[in-house]
């Protein structure tokens, strides 16, 4: 194994939330819920299972659209651009790693901000690329702790012609925080045509109506913008694996080079189209979620919490100490959340929001460990 390029030896495998059985086979209770990885408390729409049930009834045995025709005709009509000019990935995490493989490389270097999302600096040193990264606002910024900085991207992008990859996360995890429409285009602005901008949008559809990119209007604007959407998130089929980018036309066609030929299996494809025809549970999801994320903000607030503002589906706390503790107490209680030492956050959780039942015993569990000193 020492033989492996050095980028790979300096990664730490990406840990994943706890699975909901491991832990209820160590308390040995049923009753256990995970809010650990941002997924839909509502799970996907009733017309997924339809759909899957319907698709189960073919011919598994034969290979996957491998071109996922349909659904990309779909996802086109959706956001109003052609066919083209979109890529379907297994998981919008195949998109980034597609984006590195081509983009990235020895001699190259890749941008992102500190504690952005996880998987920017695996896809890039796994190229065996430099990874740049931006210091964030920081802790103490006082509207948008641990945000983007893009004002500081483009200073640093001027003293760095080696980058040819640049990933942001809008709204980012994990920290929730997120860069408006105005900041983003004056970067975007700045940006010499040879970089490749990937706008990671996994949590789109929460965000405010106002804050909301127009993808189709960018796209055309800049031919080196991606934008990556996830079904993992609203849509609810994170189990199912299928995301997709859209991109000029050049660009999805060097994607579709590296892609494996059948990367999306049969039941993600009608999966996606089943998900994507449903907005009115998008609605529904998006609805919850946006109460969910003030109450139970506020309800940390009231236990003297810091709450990191979000425009995602889950809220990253600041217990102002290590906290560990604090995981470990809510796991003993049957609440999975996502501890932040990985991150370089070792003071924070990120707990995503579920439905009103899953944060009331998010809240009381919380409140007996903090009463406990844990
Ligand atoms: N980007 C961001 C910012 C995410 O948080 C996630 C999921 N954790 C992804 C991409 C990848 O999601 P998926 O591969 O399930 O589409």
């Given at each position: 194994f020492r033989n492996a390029l050095p980028g790979i030896l300096s990664l730490?495998?990406?840990?994943?939330?706890m699975p909901i059985e491991e832990l209820q086979r160590k308390l040995g209770i049923a009753d256990v819920i995970k809010l650990a990885s941002n997924e839909n408390p509502l799970g996907p729409s009733p017309k997924v299972s339809a759909a899957i049930a319907e698709a189960t009834k073919g011919n598994l045995g034969l290979y996957p659209d491998?071109?996922?025709?349909?659904l990309k005709n779909k996802?086109?009509?959706y956001h109003g651009i052609s066919a083209d000019r979109i890529t379907l990935g297994n998981g919008s995490n195949d998109i980034l790693e597609f984006?590195?493989?081509i983009y990235a490389g020895p001699?190259?270097?890749?941008?992102?901000s500190d504690y952005a999302f996880a998987v920017y600096p695996l896809a890039t040193l796994a190229q065996n690329a430099e990874a740049v990264v931006v210091p964030s606002h920081g802790a103490d910024h006082p509207t948008m702790p641990f945000g983007h900085d893009l004002a500081a991207f483009t200073r640093v992008l001027k003293t760095r012609p080696d980058v040819s990859l640049v990933f942001i996360a809008n709204p980012n995890n994990p920290t929730g925080t997120w860069n408006t429409p105005q900041e983003i285009e004056a970067f975007l602005d700045s940006v010499p045509p040879h970089v490749i901008v990937a706008l990671d949008e996994a949590y789109f559809d929460y965000q405010d109506v106002e804050l909301r990119s127009d993808a189709r209007v960018w796209l055309d604007r800049y031919p080196n913008l991606l934008v990556c959407r996830t079904f993992s998130k609203v849509y609810g089929i994170a189990g199912l694996r299928a995301g997709y980018a859209l991109s000029d036309a050049k660009v999805a066609d060097l994607l579709n080079r590296v892609r494996q030929p059948f990367n999306n299996n049969s039941l993600a494809l009608v999966a996606a189209e089943a998900a994507l025809a449903d907005?009115?549970?998008v609605k529904k999801s998006v609805e919850l979620n946006a109460s969910e994320r003030i109450r139970v903000g506020a309800e940390l607030q009231k236990l003297g919490l810091r709450v990191l503002p979000s425009q995602a589906n889950f809220l990253t706390v600041d217990f102002g100490r290590d906290a560990a503790p604090i995981h470990k107490g809510l796991l003993e209680r049957g609440v999975i959340v996502r501890p932040m030492g990985s991150y370089g956050m070792p003071n924070f959780l990120r707990v995503s929001m579920g439905t009103v039942r899953e944060d009331d015993r998010f809240l009381s569990a919380l409140r007996e460990v903090l009463a406990e000193g844990q």
């Open positions: 730490h495998a990406y840990t994943p939330g491998g071109s996922g025709h349909k996802i086109a009509e984006l590195a493989r001699g190259r270097a890749v941008m992102f907005q009115e549970h």
